[in-house]
């Protein structure tokens, strides 16, 4: 069972910048691709951002690109989003997702890849 714990969210105005941690209580952290999902209120879950654990290659999805980096720490057991320029439909609730050790990288922006979840914090962007 590995643990997820995200912090860093908050309320900031557009324009700004916030990052996100997320911390896993896992040994094998660095063979496991970590992600980004978000969910806003009344919307499906949506994929933002991965790092795979096979070769640190990082995927975003194409509405933050340029605006959201991903780092992972393999010492540390954490990753992180860096989300800057935020605009008001960044609002949601950023979850942090890991896979199944030596996970494929075919998936990396499908929901099913990731077999652990994160319950999930607040991140708001007023206008």
């Known amino acids: 069972q590995v643990q997820l714990v995200e912090s860093g969210g908050g309320l900031v105005q557009a324009g700004g910048s916030l990052r996100l941690s997320c911390v896993a209580s896992?040994?094998?952290?660095?063979?496991?691709?970590m992600a980004w999902f978000r969910q806003a209120p009344g919307k499906v879950r949506e994929f933002v951002a991965a790092?795979?654990?096979?070769?640190?290659?990082?995927n975003y999805a194409d509405y933050v690109k340029g605006r959201f980096t991903i780092s992972r720490s393999n010492t540390e057991n954490t990753v992180s989003l860096q989300m800057t320029s935020l605009k008001p439909e960044d609002t949601a609730v950023y979850l942090c997702?890991?896979?199944?050790?030596?996970?494929?990288?075919?998936?990396?922006?499908?929901?099913?890849?990731?077999?652990?979840w994160g319950q999930g914090i607040q991140v708001t962007v007023s206008s």
């Open positions: 790092s795979s654990w096979r070769d640190g290659v990082t």
């Open positions: 896992s040994t094998a952290f660095s063979r496991r691709t």
């Open positions: 997702a890991a896979s199944g050790v030596g996970a494929s990288d075919s998936g990396v922006g499908a929901s099913d890849t990731y077999i652990y």
